[in-house]
């Protein structure tokens, strides 16, 4: 048994732990501990030396034993163990290694040794950092390794794994969209799925790096390429190389080759391909990544058949040959033996012959497939090198199998050096020995004149070939040869130079997480000139994961460094060789003068820095890419032809940008998001929607080597020195089984890139990507996603183009942008805003959808009403009947894409599938794009301001910001995918109490969240869900959240905003009052000191009672526990009403009636129609009752729940003929029932705005400001909550009758319009199933709030179905009726009027600190632009201060992002609306309330019955947004100034300021809380670990090894079997640990 490393050390150890012991003092630093004494660490290198090949030899056995039977578990779970194990030990002989002081070594050798040695790559974390990072390399592969997809031709069939299918597709179809399929769904299930382990594993990462003395991990990944100066004095002249001047020989070396060949090389395929596919190439732009044969674009070889030059020419694809001449594996394997053997290299060993696996079908175990080479660490002492390899007979596996004998030979070459130095000199040349072997084998003289394989295959030539001048036969045999090779070759070195260019940046921070898709396109665009098929994609992917070295962790500049120097090294031999024919003609078989220059550098290994190495193989000391411009010489003069004579750019992007350059047609321009077959639809149709993506379900392909053994040892983060034994030939094109590299022994060579460019994201996510504007008036669509159409000029700015009339529509001018409720609950906050542009995007289209009047579902339509210019430049931008009829053509086309974004939005919230998200979220762009366009055109055109007409000026006005659809497409497409990313997180769900350890499928969403904060009593539960909710929804959009922060603000500062906060507040501007919007927060900051006061005193009255109920509140408290008001955002506090209500007295609660005597949910509707008959508005019409959503569908389909109300621009029939729905899964109780009457408000609204047609364009078709469609059905809302309203209620359904009235009612009522909804028989009313879905559009945040009922069963009224039980609250009771104990005095008010004030208030007053402060911490955010990273201690600073509510314990100020636990924030939905609406209502309702004749108290009001204040209300809704909303307001109040003024809502709960007053006082409570007290409820994110602690540890460690010796090893003996015992998982196959150096495929 080799002894323990550390006994080695012993004698120097111990009197270092005696200084330790004796005192601090005596350790002064690193240098009073360090080793140095050379013989010592000669000694010690020796023992780590064999060490190395005991170990490595353990740990490449279990692999090579699991890589060829991977169906076995036992070896699967042996690799992993063995993986782990060589892994640990190369920690510890870092560690140990580092206590050597090495830089003051006299012997370079040894000096070099402990260099690389000393480094503990990932070794370096803590155990549980080591851990972690290990499960997410081993996660993120296991995503790649097992990743499937689904047919294109058929979607039932969804096991299309990477190799053999999905390469074959990209290989070999020619169907834009199968490979547009194939390529985007690849990324959807594989790098998609890993981002955020990604980001995660890079902070790791990087800490390890930090541990290991460098700045971070792409700086340890150069660690190799580095030369010292020592080593530089000694071997190469003096010359060091650092990291930088590494990367600038990159760049200088791929300059060189850019644009010296590969533009040209670009320019030509995209030609060529050109005519493959007819007007889907852009003949200036990047390339679609799709269609060039591979899945990464990285290898082009696939379409060599659409680009040789001379295709009539012989194939040189020898496989026919091999095949008839009767070539079998073994025969492959001998004639590449030949080769190395003809020029002075070793033969292959006995083990080699015996022991490798070089015919799956013959070995009769299932293999992993990639090809790779295997040293078997023996090192002097053993010959046991082998390779793996799934081997058929053709010429591909016969150009690899020649690469990877050119990894053993370099095993061979080196095999009697140290460990350490058993690799190549820099981690390329392993790869640029393999692929120099396969220049000389792949020409035609050794194919043809050495092997005896002749091609036959001809083709026909191509027709349209250029003029060329008579080239013999031979010159266009290696004109087609060159191309062959450059489409290999050149065609690679972009992406393996721009794969780590990336991930250094990501490294070292120059990328943020929140561009990691963003800047991986840039790349690829500006160095390789691809693009993704769809154009720009969005944050929500991460296409850099569908590439396996990123998941695998596995650097990747060592093939780009091949690619360079592999022509180095071939030139340098064949002038050794003495060929004197061009370079690419020359093959180095059978000399031995090129062999020996070969040998003599393949045996100094690592031993020496890499320029010395390269400047005796290369003919020079830095990568020199001239070698490659020689070899291709004939191509490039041939390619320079070609494109002159066709006139065609070379490059791409600016390097066509000239003003003469071709204009690319519209059909030839990459497809835009529209002009593809699955882009929205064309405007002009209504039914068309964008095509649903094909392949929603499909899983991404599998990795590129999924069934790959445990990860290699240090092939991915691990130390400089390339692992010694594996190397991965490059994988061919259609390796997908690139296992993780091998420890240290095995080279893969690069895999051959296959091709393919990512498609755009979808613009958001899936069901909450942000909604187009389509016209919901509720939903909570997030204001980006509408990035569609700019809002209109009241409407936020993200809001889609200005429709006014669904609340989830395109924001309306001033109104929509944000409107929708929140999604969370219906108690929450105020009710829904009646028409949100942030409604979710327009799914696909609807069935129902007014008939297009050229539907097709194909690219958008390009007639002349979607492409022609408005407002050509002739035309006098001043010339106002010009701008008329251009700003009429720009709102008819507007009204029509709207509309058909609705109908696909609408069929999307109905029936949530990815198909109709995808259609929805596509809609929603080409919306956002076209009024992009119109807005270029017209609006920014014509000189506006001077115009006489105002109401055309007020439509130019409205308009004059385009929000964030001023972004550009690349921006945009990111916003998108932030923001329905972040959606998305409130599919979380949290596990119940009980049963923490839960299945998702049994977790509560936040529904049911919603129902247990409301009705759940216990403080340690309500402590848990509150906590647990912030975890899964917050938290995790934190990082984007900050993206969004800087994407918005870039959006305002291109619309000459400050920042987003001043653009989210232009729709309250009032340009020709000079209004502004430091006007406008002047007059909320002025509301909110209006109403402070009774907020104040409800608060400390709450908080009394409180503490009363629950023991665990501190007496001395002066806020109350967040999560014990009895919603998830302690933004309404209704349902606690059972522990605070005034008295025992009951009010109304109509729960019990509507749950008896409703039989279908229609009915509840009908019974809210009658109500706005009743003051003469009007009746829904019959596509309402036909076709809205009243219940939720049956499983399995799902709808968005949340209610809201739909406006579809129907600009054809009559109001009351009109397309207007209302989505709502109903239940039957009081709650729901007023949120009906709200939604109905938002529909009336819509409805009387929507006429007459010529005078309302789109624009115009919106509230007054964003805050006036809440308002109204809140307005409504007040009336119908009356105790005197609701007994009316009950005795309808009781009675059949309407037959009371109240005191309250004017006496000038009118009798109820006699029109009543069509028959609401199940048959004709209920939506049929496939409409059953819930989309959110003008969500309800409101409605539910202000119903004055409680989501709690404990509700006040416990009566009986009796109308009596509901009239208990009579205005009779007494004052010593059951009055509260505390209440000594009497009040002039009946009891039953406070309790129900009390409920009302706790809805209403106590929203408006919450809804005052949501949007006033995100203007601040947004004008701090990112500058405070203690976004949650911001957050809790303002509901302490302002609404003294303290979270349950202590939160984390930056980490943690509790404020994005409410929906809005997420969503992108702006919020001061609510708080708007709040005030509004009361001045609304008291305005009606003294036109009907009203004489009492306010509260008691209801304007059922009376038409004079209908009549009033409808001339105000009738405007929309045709006036200011100050003069609406104005002239709806009577005042003139149209102020808002809390006055009516103090009115309004006077009589409960009087009790709350009187009570406090009573009870000496003084109003209001401490101010500043956030650090109390701070925790402090800071964990620092001193510099020296690791060392103190170590040596602590050391002297207790040699203590305790006995104890040592039994106690670790014990260890090993509780560890084995109590193990985690095995890792997964394929995982890749970075354990030793593994060459992985490219």
């Not at 050390?9 to 009197?15: G, V, W």
């Not at 392909?701 to 790959?708: A, C, H, L, V, Y």
């Not at 969500?1339 to 179905?1361: F, I, K, M, Y």
Request: with cysteine.
């Amino acid at each position: 048994m080799t002894r323990p490393l550390l006994a080695l050390l012993l004698p120097r150890l111990l009197p270092l732990a005696g200084l330790l012991l004796g005192g601090a003092a005596a350790v002064k630093g690193p240098s009073a501990r360090l080793i140095t004494d050379e013989l010592q660490a000669e000694e010690f290198m020796k023992e780590l030396d064999a060490r190395f090949s005991h170990e490595c030899n353990l740990e490449m056995t279990a692999r090579w034993d699991y890589i060829t039977d991977v169906t076995d578990p036992n070896k699967e779970d042996a690799a992993n163990d063995a993986a782990v194990r060589y892994l640990s030990f190369k920690g510890e002989a870092a560690a140990n290694s580092s206590l050597f002081g090495y830089e003051s070594f006299s012997d370079d050798e040894l000096y070099r040794r402990f260099r690389f040695l000393a480094k503990k790559g990932p070794g370096a974390l803590g155990q549980q950092d080591l851990e972690e990072y290990k499960l997410l390399q081993a996660g993120m592969e296991t995503i790649y390794s097992t990743a499937t997809i689904c047919d294109y031709h058929d979607d039932t069939q969804c096991d299309l794994t990477l190799e053999p299918d999905i390469e074959l597709i990209l290989a070999t179809s020619t169907n834009w969209e199968e490979l547009r399929h194939a390529w985007v769904e690849w990324r959807e299930n594989t790098g998609k799925l890993m981002r955020d382990d990604f980001i995660r594993f890079v902070e790791l990462s990087n800490k390890a790096a930090t541990l290991d003395g460098f700045d971070n991990t792409g700086s340890y990944w150069l660690n190799g390429y580095t030369v010292t100066q020592r080593e530089a004095d000694k071997y190469t002249g003096g010359q060091p190389l650092d990291q930088q001047q590494f990367k600038a020989m990159a760049e200088e070396a791929w300059q060189t080759v850019s644009e010296g060949l590969y533009k040209k090389l670009h320019s030509y395929v995209r030609m060529r391909l050109s005519d493959v596919y007819p007007g889907q190439v852009d003949p200036t732009g990047p390339i679609p990544a799709h269609i060039l044969g591979n899945m990464w674009a990285q290898d082009w070889s696939n379409i060599a058949r659409h680009v040789m030059p001379f295709p009539e020419m012989p194939s040189f694809d020898v496989t026919e040959s091999m095949v008839k001449n009767g070539w079998d594996i073994q025969r492959m394997f001998d004639s590449a033996e030949d080769f190395f053997t003809s020029i002075g290299l070793f033969p292959m060993t006995p083990t080699f012959w015996g022991k490798s696996v070089l015919n799956q079908t013959a070995w009769g175990r299932t293999i992993v497939c990639h090809a790779s080479a295997e040293d078997f660490c023996l090192g002097p002492d053993g010959e046991d090198y082998r390779i793996k390899m799934c081997t058929e007979v053709n010429m591909v596996d016969l150009v690899t199998v020649h690469h990877e004998m050119g990894h053993i030979e370099y095993f061979m070459a080196y095999k009697n050096l140290p460990h350490v130095f058993r690799e190549s000199a820099n981690p390329g040349f392993h790869e640029a020995i393999g692929d120099l072997i396969s220049l000389s084998v792949s020409t035609p003289t050794h194919l043809e004149d050495v092997l005896g394989l002749t091609p036959t295959r001809r083709s026909r030539p191509r027709d349209d070939s250029s003029e060329e001048k008579e080239l013999s036969d031979e010159e266009k045999r290696d004109l087609n040869f060159l191309m062959k090779m450059a489409l290999e070759k050149i065609a690679f070195l972009p992406f393996g130079y721009l794969i780590d260019k990336y991930r250094w940046g990501v490294f070292d921070g120059s990328i943020g997480s929140e561009d990691l898709n963003g800047a991986w396109w840039q790349l690829r665009e500006a160095l390789q000139g691809v693009a993704p098929p769809d154009g720009a994609r969005g944050e929500e992917f991460f296409d850099p994961g569908a590439k396996y070295h990123v998941p695998a962790n596995v650097p990747y500049i060592r093939y780009f460094v091949s690619f360079i120097v592999q022509f180095q090294f071939h030139q340098r031999l064949c002038q050794a060789a003495g060929h004197t024919g061009p370079l690419h003609t020359c093959d180095i078989y059978n000399n031995a003068d090129a062999g020996q220059i070969l040998r003599s550098a393949l045996e100094r290994g690592f031993s020496q820095p890499w320029p010395a190495v390269l400047q005796e193989l290369g003919g020079s000391s830095a990568m020199d890419p001239q070698a490659i411009i020689a070899y291709f010489d004939p191509l490039i003069q041939h390619l320079d032809q070609e494109l002159a004579s066709a006139g065609q750019c070379v490059g791409w992007g600016a390097d066509c940008d000239t003003g003469d350059e071709v204009e690319a047609s519209s059909t030839d321009a990459p497809p835009p998001p529209e002009s593809s077959t699955d882009a929205p639809p064309p405007p002009q149709s209504s039914t068309d929607a964008p095509p649903p993506p094909q392949s929603s379900t499909d899983a991404p392909p599998p990795p590129e080597s999924s069934t790959d053994a445990p990860p290699p040892p240090q092939s991915s983060t691990d130390a400089p020195p390339p692992p010694q034994s594996s190397t991965d030939a490059p994988p061919p094109p259609q390796s997908s089984t690139d296992a993780p590299p091998p420890p240290q022994s095995s080279t893969d060579a690069p895999p051959p890139p296959q091709s393919s460019t990512d498609a755009p994201p979808p613009p958001e996510s899936s069901t909450d990507a942000p909604p187009p504007p389509q016209s919901s008036t509720d939903a909570p669509p997030p204001p980006e996603s509408s990035t569609v159409a700019p809002p209109p000029p009241q409407s936020p700015p993200d809001a889609p183009p200005p429709p006014q009339s669904s609340t989830d529509a395109p924001p309306p001018p001033q109104s929509s942008t944000d409107a929708p409720p929140p999604p969370e609950s219906s108690t929450d906050a105020p009710p829904p805003p009646q028409s949100s542009t942030d409604a979710p995007p327009p799914p696909q289209s609807s069935t129902d959808a007014p008939p297009p009047s050229e539907s097709s579902t194909s690219a958008p339509s390009t007639d002349d009403s979607t492409t022609t210019t408005l407002a050509p430049t002739t035309v006098d931008p001043n010339d106002e009947e010009s701008a008329r009829l251009a700003l009429q053509q720009m709102n008819d086309e507007m009204t029509e894409l709207i509309r058909n974004a609705t109908f696909i939005d609408w069929e999307y919230s109905i029936d949530v599938t990815d198909e109709n998200e995808e259609a929805s979220n596509a809609a929603s762009l080409m919306v956002g794009q076209r009024y992009k366009e119109l807005h270029a055109e017209v609006i920014e055109y014509f000189n506006y301001e001077g115009f006489e007409d105002e109401s055309l000026k007020r439509q130019f006005e409205m308009q004059k910001t385009l929000g964030t659809a001023k972004l550009d497409d690349e921006d945009m497409a990111q916003l998108i995918a932030i923001v329905s990313g972040m959606t998305t997180t409130f599919t979380s769900v949290v596990c119940p109490y009980d049963n923490q350890e839960c299945e998702e499928v049994d977790g509560l969403n936040s529904d049911a969240l919603e129902t247990v904060m409301a009705v759940n009593r216990d403080y340690e539960e309500l402590k848990y869900y509150w906590e647990e909710w912030r975890e899964v929804s917050g938290k995790p959009i934190k990082e984007n959240y900050t993206k969004y922060i800087t994407l918005q603000n870039k959006a305002a500062e291109l619309n000459e905003f400050d920042d987003a906060g001043l653009m989210w507040l232009e729709p309250y501007n009032i340009l020709s009052e000079n209004y502004t919007q430091d006007d406008f927060k002047q007059d909320i900051e002025d509301l909110w000191n209006q109403t402070q006061g009774l907020y104040q005193k409800l608060h400390a009255y709450v908080l009394y009672k409180l503490k009363d109920y629950y023991e665990e509140i501190d007496s001395d408290a002066d806020v109350i526990p967040a999560h014990l008001v009895g919603n998830m955002w302690g933004q309404s506090w209704e349902n606690i009403y059972d522990i605070v209500k005034p008295y025992d007295t009951p009010i109304p609660n109509l729960d019990a009636i509507l749950e008896e005597n409703i039989d279908r949910e229609e009915e509840m509707f009908e019974l809210a129609q009658q109500f706005f008959t009743s003051i003469n508005l009007f009746p829904m019409t019959e596509d309402f009752w036909n076709n809205s959503l009243f219940r939720e569908p049956e499983a399995p389909r799902k709808a968005i729940c949340h209610a809201s109300a739909w406006d579809f621009y129907d600009t054809v029939n009559p109001q009351e003929e009109g397309r207007f729905r209302i989505k709502m899964c109903t239940n039957k109780n009081q709650e729901d029932f007023i949120v009906i009457h709200h939604e109905m408000g938002h529909t009336q609204y819509q409805m009387a705005y929507s006429e007459p047609i010529e005078d309302r364009p789109l624009v115009f078709r919106d509230g007054a400001n964003p805050g006036f469609h809440e308002a109204i059905g809140d307005t409504i809302a007040l009336s119908v909550t009356t105790p005197a309203h609701l007994q009316l209620i009950a005795d309808r359904l009781t009675n059949g009758t309407y037959s009371l009235t109240t005191a309250a009612m004017s006496s000038t009522t009118a009798e109820p319009p006699s029109s009543s909804p069509p028959d609401s028989s199940s048959s004709s009313a209920q939506p049929p199933p496939d409409r059953f879905l819930t989309a959110a559009n003008e969500e309800d945040q409101g409605a539910r709030a202000s119903s004055s009922s409680s989501t709690s069963s404990a509700a006040v009224s416990s009566s009986s179905t009796s109308s009596s039980a509901v009239s208990e609250s009579s205005s009779e009771a007494s004052a010593d009726t059951t009055e509260a104990p505390e209440t000594t005095t009497e009040m002039p008010y009946p009891e039953e009027d406070i309790n129900f004030l009390m409920k009302t208030a706790l809805a209403k007053v106590a929203f408006l600190p919450y809804a005052y402060i949501l949007d006033k911490y995100r203007w601040e955010v947004f004008a701090d632009n990112n500058e405070n990273g203690e976004l949650n201690k911001l957050w809790w600073e303002k509901r302490l201060d302002v609404q003294g509510l303290a979270p349950p314990s202590p939160r984390f100020p930056s980490s943690d992002f509790d404020v994005g636990a409410k929906y809005h924030v997420p969503t992108s939905v702006p919020y001061i609306r609510y708080f708007v609406a709040h005030i509004l209502q009361f001045q609304f309702h008291a305005r009606l309330c003294n036109i009907s004749g009203f004489e009492g108290n306010i509260y008691n009001c209801s304007i059922y019955n009376s038409t004079a204040a209908g009549d009033h209300l409808r001339d105000l809704l009738q405007k929309g947004a045709s006036e200011p909303w100050k003069k609406q307001l104005g002239d709806f109040l009577g005042t003139g100034n149209g102020n808002m003024d809390a006055s009516a809502l103090l009115d309004y709960f006077q009589p409960l300021d009087d009790f709350l007053t009187k009570f406090l006082s009573d009870n000496d409570i003084t109003p209001g809380w401490r101010q500043g007290q956030v650090e109390s409820y701070t925790l402090d994110e800071r964990v620092e670990i001193p510099a020296t602690v690791p060392i103190v540890v170590g040596i602590v460690l050391a002297v207790m090894v040699v203590v305790v010796i006995v104890a040592y090893f039994v106690g670790r003996s014990r260890q090993k079997k509780k560890a084995k015992k109590n193990k985690t998982p095995a890792q997964t196959p394929g995982e890749n640990i970075e354990l030793g150096q593994q060459k992985t495929d490219l």
